[in-house]
């Protein structure tokens, strides 16, 4: 098997913050610890476990594959050693750590990837994260600084928004389709760009189920937008917390006679849509994976996968900001994956989340399809939690100023709320802006039981606007 290639070396692109960015001197004296089991340590300002009032942590949690209503399972964290030795003492997720996670859970994390991405080139390596808007901020602070510009998608996550323009950041967007961002957009904003001061260095995108939209990209798609990339040297920040809820395409109850039949082929790893990190030769992908939509957000632990210079600088600004992620979810998480479940277990968990959502996405777009016809369009999503409606305005509201603020008040005075799209314009809100007549529907969180009422209702409040 030939040898894989070292990553292209980006770093001359980084901010002068990035390049300064340095492993924190105390934590830089840890490897000596760790390297010596003789060692006395007088220099470590730690707080000795003794004084830890806690003894054993635990939780109740679902086997593999299943869901709370079958009989659980028990899960602790002693500070005695596990027979196994996979994971650490809870003395030591509870201690002070270093930028890049307890052991443990690292190793999870980067097994994981290469299952699943297997990196093409050699020094690649993952860092932990409290969850993908952190590992945002951090991929971001490498290559853009105040005055920069950063591209994304033409709609995208508010919170990516909310993050960059105060920080003096610009946004570019990119015009979409179905799959999201297009690659000949791409390259045309790329190529006609005339800052040479301030040239374009990072993209940001959601190529699976790309929140507002739904749309997921396709293999030949990410290559596309890749090859863009390679050919403006670009950095891509892969944003991917909905990638493992991937599903089948729809079909609808008509055609499919039992529900087994409809949800046999579910795509668990095996089958996902390859990542831009699976297809990137070079080291310009920078991945944000997070376990909140597929454990718990409230966990916040996640992770970065991207060459080694540069989980290197994320490290060492973890270890001045969050140090990592809280030692009691990293307990949580590294024995349910390395001893609970493994990657086997991890796996028939994904297919259950899967199935949930398809559950969730069928029943919902049953239910669109039955009484919003000629009241909105959408693409059915084959991933994700979003429905994304452009609303069929009638003649008397199409272009009229103020319009989809009285379909958003429509809908609350109808009890049933749904996201105004100009929520996601990284153009701002101006009144055109405000104006698009689209919204978002999540279909994640509702009671499958109040889907129909909250759709009935949606197509009350749309009545009076639409043809």
Known sequence: MPAKP?????????????????????????????????????????????????????????????????????????????????????????????????????????????????PLYEDWDVVVSLGNTDAFVKALMLFCDRGDTLIVDEWTYPAIIGTVVPMGIKLAPVSMDSEGMMPEALDRLCAGWSDSERPLRMAYMIPTAQNPTGATMSLARKQAIYAVAQKHNLVIIEDDPYYYLQFESYKPLSQVSDSEERYANLPGIKSLVPSLLSIDIDGRVIRLDSFSKVLAPGLRCGWVTAPKYITDKIQFHNETSIQQPAGVSQAIVSKLMNEQWGHEGWERHLIQIQREYAVRRDKFVDLCLEHLKGKVEFTIPDAGMFLWFKVLLNSQMQGKKGAMQQVFDSMIANHVLLVPGYMFSPQGSSPEIRDQPYIRAAFSFASVDNFEVAITRLAQALEPFTN
Do not use: C, W
């Open 6 to 118: 070292h990553s292209k070396d980006l770093s001359q692109f980084f901010t002068e913050a990035a390049r300064i960015r340095d492993n924190s001197p105390l934590k830089s004296l840890t490897k000596y610890m760790n390297d010596d089991p003789a060692l006395v340590s007088l220099g470590a300002g730690l707080p000795h476990p003794s004084t830890f009032p806690f003894a054993k942590i635990g939780a109740s949690v679902a086997p593999a594959g299943q869901s709370l209503a079958n009989s659980n399972e028990l899960l602790d964290v002693s500070v005695a050693p596990t027979e196994t030795g996979e994971i650490e003492t809870l003395g030591k997720f509870l201690q002070y750590g270093n930028g890049r996670g307890v052991p443990s859970y690292s190793k999870f994390t980067k097994e994981h990837t290469e299952r699943v991405h297997a």
